[in-house]
């Protein structure tokens, strides 16, 4: 989403900002994820490995599940339109700004592993790694970091205040005053970590080594229907992905314009960050689809106006929303 060579910053607003680019986002590190990356021994994981112990170190937000965003920041990421991919103040705190690059990238989370600013196929895309597979791995993620906690046999008086904290249902921390002050609540820190407070670290890294030698099938088994239920839905999603197939009949769908040019339109469907280039002779044939049969929709282009669409193209628009299947008969 870096602006083109040539092209200004300020007339292309959606651009993101080269310092910043997409990782305007602090991710949630589960328990097992955190001790993956403190048990990473590799020279080049260090500098990694430094900003998740700062985040520990700090404490918000910091319980046996894990790393959550802390709640200053959730607050100002909910409130702030248009900041994401230009706000340095929301920057990633794993972001290594000497390389410009993710230091838990071999670890990152389940949002951050499926977010792309753009896809191969648009909407289809967008709708097997953002709405199906993020799902699935999110879920995942929650049912593990559960399971590591009673794995490791914390005390019933941890899990009774655990379980009673907004992390454990993935909710936003509340915004306290002391939250505001990025202070961390030590009473309410010490009833959730028991006997393991000043060991976070190894409580984690006990978790990267119950969860690592985990298969597919045990994983199922441990995260129970909704997991089960989750990747039905992405294997669905993904032979859609995969699926060269046109509805029988379209429609024009729901788009923005972003730039109009000489010759190209650009527009805008189902993302502002992935908009579409439109040669202006196709967007003067999007009236033909009204409905009918995409057959005799062709047909009808190829008589009245000498042009031939190459269904390749057709399947393209309506990978990126400007066609979508009728709703009925004409």
């Known amino acids: 989403m870096a602006p083109d060579a040539g092209e200004q910053s300020a007339r292309s607003a959606y651009y993101y900002d080269p310092a910043v680019k997409c990782c305007t986002y602090v991710p949630d590190l589960h328990n097992f994820l955190a001790g993956a990356i403190l048990s990473d021994t590799n020279p080049d994981a260090q500098p990694g490995r430094a900003t998740v112990e700062k985040r520990m170190a700090e404490g918000l937000g910091v319980t046996p599940l894990g790393l959550a965003q802390p709640p200053v920041y959730s607050l100002l990421y909910n409130r702030s339109d248009h900041s994401f991919g230009r706000s340095r103040t929301l920057r990633c705190p794993h972001y290594l700004e000497d390389s410009g690059r993710c230091g838990v990238w071999l670890h990152r989370d389940s949002i951050c592993s499926t977010w792309f600013c753009k896809h191969v196929r648009g909407a289809v895309g967008h709708a097997f790694w953002h709405e199906s597979l993020q799902r699935l791995l999110s879920t995942v993620e ?3 970091a559960r399971w590591c906690v009673l794995e490791l046999h914390l005390s019933a008086d941890c899990l009774r205040h655990l379980v009673t904290d907004a992390s454990w249902n993935s909710e936003s921390q509340e915004v306290t005053g002391e939250a505001l002050d990025n202070k961390v609540n030590r009473e309410a820190y010490a009833h959730i970590w028991g006997d393991w407070r000043g060991r976070e670290g190894e409580f984690f890294r006990r978790c990267a080594e119950l969860v ?6 045990d994983v199922l088994a441990i995260c129970g229907q909704e997991v089960r239920a989750c990747a039905r ?7 859609q992905l995969i699926s060269g197939d046109v509805p029988a009949a379209l429609s024009v769908g729901a788009i923005q314009l972003v730039q109009i040019r000489q010759d190209v339109t650009r527009v805008a469907s189902y993302s502002y960050s992935d908009p579409l280039d439109v040669p202006q002779i ?3 044939l999007l009236h033909y689809f009204d409905g009918r049969p995409v057959a005799d929709a062709l047909a009808a282009i190829a008589g009245e106006r000498g042009v031939r669409l190459d269904l390749d193209l057709v399947r393209k628009m309506v990978d990126f929303g400007l066609l979508v299947a009728a ?3 004409r």
């Open 142 to 144: 929650n049912g593990l």
């Open 282 to 284: 196709v967007m003067e």
């Open 212 to 217: 690592n030698p985990l298969s597919w099938a």
């Open 327 to 329: 709703a009925g008969p």
């Open 233 to 239: 839905l992405t294997q669905d999603a993904h032979r």
